[in-house]
């Protein structure tokens, strides 16, 4: 990817997100600081500042470490209230639109800091219209506040790869679906499950490997796997994901909620066939690309991954148009946007 032509200058990035397991903020924070080729200065924690600690750190020590004046991109939903010249990336409302989901006092937290915060930012940083539509409903902001700046995937690292390594690794089955995301709530897998039930009657060779771990910010999804045949890994290294992408027989992202949703990008990349809910961002991110489905209708899960699974043409066309609209998103147009939300509030 050659490196964009900018204006010269520093950009200031709030890198609390800096060092903590990579997972879809940390990702699109990241991959929009290497766009940014030299140019982004991170402004970090003295450690790695877990729960209220680091809250306390941006919104305290943050702001004193900002030159008077001087634009601030934080990237990862939260930010410093007290620096006026900001542009926050909210990727999504789920902690006020579904507290529920959440741990009473992160869910507490969020439905203070968020209204405050998206009102007080110069710009508004958008992963997708439909996050876009959310903070337009709630906090009546005005359209030309926001600026919509989409996830993508590198294909450098996610591309399709030999999955033999990783078949290894975790002891594989031959053919698997994949479901790849934190386990919590939101992502609905305890509805994926229920439809697995079904679906391994009629393919009985079929395992669900699940790459993911819990958080304390999320209420416990209480998962129960029943008679389905799943294998939970947990936390994934990242270099490890390539090749659990390519060797699925389709991936599978069930969520209720998704203010974007980069894995199905990165499956994309990798050649696989994605089947996703049509909630939320997702119909957004997967076009034509993939099958969907209502998450609130188990035969309708079933129905689609049964298409997957017993359809090898419609397999193979899916992991080409999968390629083909992975190929469609840039990292680096994504990062020309935000670094020219951010230069414009000089």
Not at 10 to 34: D, H, I, P, Q, S
Not at 240 to 267: I, K, M, N
């Amino acid at each position: 990817m050659e490196p964009m032509n900018r204006s010269t200058g520093e950009v200031l990035v709030n890198a609390r997100f800096a060092g903590r397991r990579v997972t879809g903020v940390e990702r699109f924070a990241g991959e929009v600081v290497r766009c940014l080729d030299g140019s982004a200065r991170l402004i970090r924690p003295p450690r790695l500042l877990r729960g209220w600690a680091g809250q306390v750190w941006e919104q305290l020590v943050l702001p004193l470490r900002v030159p008077p004046g001087a634009p601030l991109w934080s990237p990862a939903n939260t930010g410093p209230l007290a620096v006026r010249e900001q542009a926050v990336s909210i990727h999504d409302l789920s902690p006020l639109d579904h507290p529920e989901w959440f741990a009473p006092a992160f869910a507490l937290w969020y439905r203070l800091l968020l209204p405050a915060l998206a009102r007080r930012a110069r710009r508004v940083i958008v992963p997708s219209a439909f996050t876009a539509r959310s903070l337009r409903r709630r906090f009546n902001l005005a359209e030309e506040k926001l600026v919509l700046a989409p996830g993508s995937v590198d294909p450098a690292r996610f591309h399709p790869v030999d999955p033999q390594p990783v078949r290894r690794r975790y002891n594989l089955p031959r053919r698997y679906l994949l479901f790849v995301g934190s386990l919590q709530p939101r992502k609905n897998l305890s509805g994926l499950l229920a439809a697995l039930e079904t679906l391994q009657q009629r393919f009985p060779e079929v395992e669900l490997v699940a790459a993911g771990a819990e958080s304390p910010h999320f209420r416990r999804d209480g998962l129960d796997a029943g008679k389905t045949r799943v294998r939970f890994l947990g936390y994934v290294p990242d270099e490890v994901l390539p090749a659990l992408y390519s060797g699925a027989e389709a991936f599978v992202l069930p969520s209720w909620y998704e203010g974007f949703g980069l894995p199905v990008l990165e499956a994309m990349a990798c050649g696989c066939p994605v089947a996703a809910s049509c909630a939320g961002s997702l119909p957004e991110v997967v076009g034509e690309a993939g099958l969907l489905f209502d998450p609130a209708v188990r035969e309708d899960i079933e129905r689609r991954l049964a298409a997957l699974l017993a359809d090898a043409g419609l397999r193979q066309e899916l992991r080409q148009r999968g390629l083909e609209r992975a190929g469609l998103f840039s990292w680096e147009r994504s990062a020309g946007l935000i670094d020219d939300a951010i230069r414009g509030l000089r």
